[in-house]
């Protein structure tokens, strides 16, 4: 089992800067993958970047290429994401999860946090 709690969201305006952290606990030597995804009102969960489990290899989707950043602190067991020049469309809940896979697909995705909100005013 993994547990995986997510921090850092808020409320930000246009341009600003959050940071979120994915805490992990218990069995996480299993996962190849620690990715975050987000969810707007009335979408689908969307898959943003993943993270390897030696945080040696990164991939971000297109929409948040330069703006936003994983990386992971091995030694605390803590996957970030550093999310700057926030736009309104980055507005959703966001959710790290655990996979046993290289992997930008939810299903592949086992252990999911419980999320935490942000939202980008104008």
């Known amino acids: 089992q993994v547990q995986l709690v997510e921090s850092g969201g808020g409320l930000v305006q246009t341009g600003g800067s959050l940071r979120l952290s994915c805490a992990a606990s218990g069995h996480t030597f299993g996962s190849k993958a620690t990715g975050w995804f987000r969810q707007a009102p009335g979408k689908e969960r969307e898959w943003v970047a993943h993270i390897s489990r030696t945080g040696d290899n990164t991939y971000y989707t297109d929409s948040v290429k330069g703006r936003f950043t994983i990386s992971r602190d091995s030694a605390k067991n803590i996957v970030y994401l550093q999310m700057n020049s926030l736009k309104s469309e980055d507005t959703a809940v966001y959710y790290c999860?655990?996979?046993?896979?290289?992997?930008?697909?939810?299903?592949?995705?086992?252990?999911w946090g419980q999320g935490t909100q942000v939202t980008v005013s104008s």
């Open positions: 999860g655990a996979s046993q896979r290289w992997s930008r697909e939810a299903d592949d995705y086992i252990y």
